[in-house]
């Protein structure tokens, strides 16, 4: 088991809940699905090698992690990413993705071993994603299910 994180962009707030019961990709938004990173812990350190600030301000955005579903739900939970976090990886150089997995990959919250090479096919496909979801003036959202 685990929890299951589907990061995705959508135009707004309320587009993206409504992703909340049948999952962004099942709903038609552009999707990149992962299992072990969450974007609280994990990605926000990704995103902090990257932009070279601290993991406390990166995550301490107010847009970083925000819920948009009702935080009464038990196992399901849609969360923002800040406009900056998607341009950052929309501008992103593949070359600077797959530098900053060297040190990413040995992140204690990894359960086991990280493969760096594997955590830069996940960020260029987030890279990706960032960069249609700016083209398009949407933001990026994680979906988690527990």
Known sequence: MGIFYDYFSAPDDQAAAS?????PEDAGFDTVCV???DPAVLFGQAVALLVCEPVSRVVGHPRFGHLVTSPEAESTWIVTLPDEVRDALAKAPRERLAE??????RAEEFPGFADPGHLADFLNELAALAGRARSHGHGLYCHMVL
């Open 100 to 105: 900053i997995c060297i040190p990413w990959s």
């Open 35 to 37: 299992k072990t990173i």
């Open 19 to 23: 992703a909340f019961a049948e999952g």
